[in-house]
C-alpha cells in the first residue's frame, strides 16, 4: 500500500474501482487544520478530468502499468490491428478504446499502449499527426488565412475544417485530441 506521499504526475491509482492517473497534485497545509493533498486525476478509460482532495497520509491503491510502442497496422471489422516493434506480434484493439483520436490514425502511426497485466487500460495516440488533404473545394486568389474555414477530407477519412486558403494534395497537421487543424506543413 502507497500513501499520498508518493504521489507524482504520471502515477495510476485506483479510485473508486476506476483507474485514474495523477496529472497534477499539490500538497496545502492550511494553518490549525488538517494538511490535505489537492490532485487532478484523470480516467484512463473515459479521459474524463476531475479534482479530488485526500487527507494527507491517506493510503491509496497504486497500480503498475507497463507502456508498449506498437505501430498501426490496418482496419479490420472488429477493430484496429496493431503490432508489438520489439516481438510483431499482433493486437486488435477496439474503436471505443483508441476514442475520437482513431479517425486520424494513418497505416504505420505509432502509438503506446498502456497495460495492466494483459488487459488494454488505455492508448495513447500521438498528439498530432501529418495528414494529406484529399478533398476540400478549390482556394480562391485573396483568401487569407483569418477569413474563414471549408471542410476538408484528409487520406483517412476524417473531415477537418482548414483555412481557405489550402487545396488538395496539401499536407496539414491536425491536433488527435480535438481534431482541430494546427498548420499546414511546408514541403
Known amino acids: 500500500m502507497s500513501s ?3 504521489f507524482r504526475p504520471g502515477l495510476v491509482i485506483k479510485y473508486n474501482n476506476e483507474l485514474w ?4 497534485f499539490q500538497h496545502v497545509n492550511p494553518g490549525n487544520w488538517r494538511a490535505f493533498v489537492r490532485t487532478k486525476l484523470k480516467n484512463l478509460k473515459s479521459g474524463k478530468v476531475i479534482e479530488n482532495r485526500f487527507r494527507a497520509g491517506e493510503s491509496i491503491d497504486t497500480i503498475r502499468i507497463e507502456r508498449k510502442e506498437f505501430q498501426f497496422l490496418y482496419r479490420d471489422g472488429t477493430g484496429y490491428v496493431f503490432m508489438d516493434k520489439l516481438n510483431y506480434e499482433q493486437l486488435s484493439v477496439s474503436g471505443e478504446q483508441l476514442g475520437e483520436g482513431a479517425k486520424f490514425l494513418k497505416d504505420g502511426e ?3 499502449i498502456l497495460f495492466n497485466g494483459n488487459d488494454i487500460t488505455g492508448v495513447e495516440l500521438p498528439i498530432t499527426v501529418e495528414l ?3 478533398e476540400t473545394v478549390p482556394g480562391v486568389r485573396g483568401d487569407s488565412a483569418n477569413a474563414g474555414t471549408k471542410p476538408a477530407t484528409v487520406e483517412t477519412g476524417a473531415t477537418v475544417n482548414v483555412p481557405l486558403f489550402l487545396n488538395e494534395g496539401d499536407v496539414v497537421k491536425i491536433d488527435t485530441r480535438t481534431g482541430a487543424y494546427i498548420e499546414r506543413v511546408k514541403a
Open 110 to 112: 505509432s502509438v503506446d
Open 4 to 6: 499520498t506521499s508518493d
Open 132 to 134: 494529406k488533404v484529399t
Open 21 to 24: 492517473t495523477v496529472i497534477e
